[in-house]
């Protein structure tokens, strides 16, 4: 059957099931991931979607047949693979997954060696054109074998080495695994704390029963927000459906912005790791930044996209990088991301600065007003030159980068325009230094775009 390129993204596969992705594609996928890689060894593991099982057998299938031994992980989160893919020295490791999406999306995250990301670029654009145009190679002369491994505890273990638990207060916390991957992984770190502990959504359920997995979207944090007022709680927490990314509630239910959380990181490594380097994305308040340098470290500002994100890391031996969508990558995590250092990472600053999460956070709502992301939708990509042109003309006499779209940069206000790498949309990130002001330059350049 002819696949669907467009399930082919900029940092993963994802469509549809079982319309654009099903058990035939992910065969498909198999054989010409394991050929692409000229891997012999690789591990495979999957989220808790009903069609997953079904999705991760097929490629597994596919991948036996070009040669490759797999290590099949079974279910657990997309974080947890990229740990198993360094810890076992593995040649590469595929997550089935679809993140975020409703119940009815699958797709598969894959990575390298040193779980290093295949992108669009880098071995997803190749996958998609061996099969599509049937330049797959012969299955190999013998199959490659097939075991089972937990590395649960290993993968806590490693986890819990980022903090110190005995510094941790026993807070009041509400966590919220929305169905998915945390449900398995949060009770054995939290068991592990003194803490308070409400459970919502704890029951891993690829139907999703309550709510979807996305906290970015405001009526999944119904249940938790709720939760944390009615209990007066210190803090609340929720993971996205694969659990590599967690999202934060401040006592009195307000929902965190990633750039405030990129902050606190950033500050939390900066307590123990003075000097160091953070890297975070364009799109974020210049409470990273400024954050970095009180502190005396360094933030480097760079491109969206996680496969930009752990490169610059690299590059610049930075301990820790942030994005405003809840990804958050860590140095001694193999510059991956992960959605269950940062929830310590963050109890652990609260205890030691004997602060609640609103606390931490007021220096920054009183500084820096931010706009949150503002689509424009456009009639085609071909706009985008000229969107871009006519923002760096009215803005003349700014500081200018087009590290991702352009950046515009003045002493009381910046933003970022950026296209989507799907749509054909426009996307706007303002900050300033009042509310008043966020808002005039927000319309002022919003009628620029729209103009």
Not at 308 to 337: L, Q, S
Not at 396 to 401: E, F, H, I, K
Request: glycine fraction near 8%; hydrophobic fraction near 40%.
């Amino acid at each position: 059957m002819p696949i669907n390129p467009s399930i082919f993204k900029a940092y993963d596969v994802r469509g549809l099931y079982p319309s654009e992705i099903n058990e035939e594609v992910a065969h498909q996928i198999g054989r010409g991931y394991v050929a692409y890689l000229k891997a012999t060894r690789i591990g495979v593991s999957r989220d808790m979607r009903v069609s997953s099982p079904g999705i991760a057998a097929a490629f597994i299938e596919g991948a036996r047949e070009q040669g490759a031994t797999i290590i099949d992980y079974g279910m657990m989160g997309t974080d947890m693979l990229y740990f198993a893919v360094v810890q076992d020295d593995l040649e590469g490791g595929v997550q089935v997954t679809a993140s975020h999406n409703p119940g009815g999306y699958n797709g598969l995250k894959m990575v390298r060696a040193g779980a290093l990301p295949l992108s669009g670029d880098a071995g997803i654009g190749d996958i998609r054109d061996m099969i599509a145009n049937d330049r797959l190679p012969p299955p190999a002369a013998a199959r490659g074998s097939l075991t089972s491994r937990n590395l649960v505890p290993e993968y806590v273990q490693k986890v819990m080495s980022f903090v110190d638990p005995a510094v941790i207060e026993p807070f009041n916390v509400v966590l919220d695994a929305g169905s998915g991957m945390a449900g398995l992984v949060a009770p054995l770190l939290f068991d592990r704390l003194p803490c308070k502990v409400t459970r919502l959504c704890f029951e891993i359920d690829g139907t999703f029963p309550h709510h979807e997995a996305n906290p970015l979207i405001e009526e999944n944090r119904r249940d938790i927000t709720a939760e944390v007022l009615r209990q007066k709680a210190d803090i609340g927490i929720a993971w996205d459906g694969d659990a590599d990314r967690c999202f934060f509630i401040d006592g009195s239910g307000e929902f965190i912005s990633g750039d405030f959380i990129t902050a606190l990181l950033s500050e939390a490594f900066l307590l123990k790791h003075p000097g160091s380097t953070v890297i975070y994305d364009l799109r974020a308040s210049h409470a990273v930044r400024d954050t970095a340098a009180r502190l005396g470290g360094t933030a480097l500002m760079n491109r969206v996209g996680h496969a930009f994100i752990k490169k610059r890391m690299r590059d610049d031996d930075a301990i820790f990088g942030g994005e405003v969508t809840g990804h958050y990558y860590f140095r001694d995590f193999y510059y991956a991301d992960n959605g269950f250092i940062p929830a310590l990472l963050i109890l652990e600053l609260m205890s030691k600065k004997n602060q609640s999460l609103r606390e931490l956070l007021a220096p920054f709502r009183d500084r820096y007003f931010i706009s949150g992301e503002i689509n424009t939708t456009l009639r085609s990509m071909d706009e985008v030159p000229r969107k871009l042109s006519a923002l760096e003309a009215r803005y003349p006499d700014a500081t200018l980068a087009r590290l991702d779209g352009i950046s515009v940069d003045y002493p009381g206000w910046h933003f970022n325009v950026r296209a989507s790498n799907t749509e054909p949309l426009l996307r706007l990130n303002l900050e300033a230094s009042t509310p008043a002001e966020m808002a005039r330059r927000r319309d002022e350049v919003l009628a620029v775009i729209r103009g």
